[in-house]
């Protein structure tokens, strides 16, 4: 555990490859303590306990709130573990509290998955894996919802973009983000701009232009380190333009092929070498891909025809 920023807190789990540290936040004044993201099943929520203890909280009492920037494994699978310790309320957004609930659901709603990457993802990639005990959400968040700890404000802003249920948290007098998996730190790979099939690319252009529009000083994002240093736009721009450039680039395979499916257009993304696409992370590109056409299909450049093939409209 460090201290970031005087009252903020990073406890950092396990490293998993190219999804790099999954990371949980703690924000603590007057005695008051809230989690953001409790992350995976163990880690890093012993952690985190462990990190209370030493700042004089007593996980017991002293923690209002575990809030869920979202519902996906890597950041909530640890929630009712961490719950039992520190008995506190979870909180997530509706569209989001199915999937906590029931973790079976991410699989097979919100993913475009073939047989090997849905066993995988429930047996071998361990921190994202979906077989731990889902819960009921305590609280649900809404866009606009202020959570108070000690002297502090915590604002919800639901952006919606990389799932429907996504949050970020936001502390308006420092300029902190907590940014979730909505802008992160990760390389420019597809997973840094990923959406699951319940998410929205617009939704998550808009959401990143608005959180642009905040001025933060201090992106505070799910995976990896915070990025304290620098300029946080210049951060958030870059996850908005590889949104955008993926985007073009799915279009432009689509054109060069007249009509393309999934198969074909896959094979154009992970040898056309416009992206670093790191093995971990090829499992979550058919999904991307799908929602990058729906996109393209309600801006009217692509159209879906017979047999899962997708036409260019130019
Ligand atoms: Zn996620």
Redesign the pocket.
Known sequence: MSEVIPGFYVVQGKYVEDFGLITSYLVVDNGEALVIDPGTDGSPGTATVGALRSLGIDPKRGVLGILC??G?P??VGGALRLKRVIDAPVMIHSDDAEILEMPEKFINNRLVLDAPSRFAMKFTQSPLRVNYTGMRPDHILHDGDEIRVGQLSIKTIHTGG??SG?CVFYESTQGVLFS??EANNLSNTPHSF?V?LSGNLSAKINALERLRQLRPQYLLP?HDTPYLFENVRLQIDLVKDSAINFMDAVLGFIEARREADLTQILYDVVHSHTFFIPKIIEFVLPTIIIVAIRTLQKAGLVIEGRGGVWRYTG
């Open positions: 920037t979202h996906h890597d950041h990389h799932s996504h979730g998996d990923y699951d799910s």
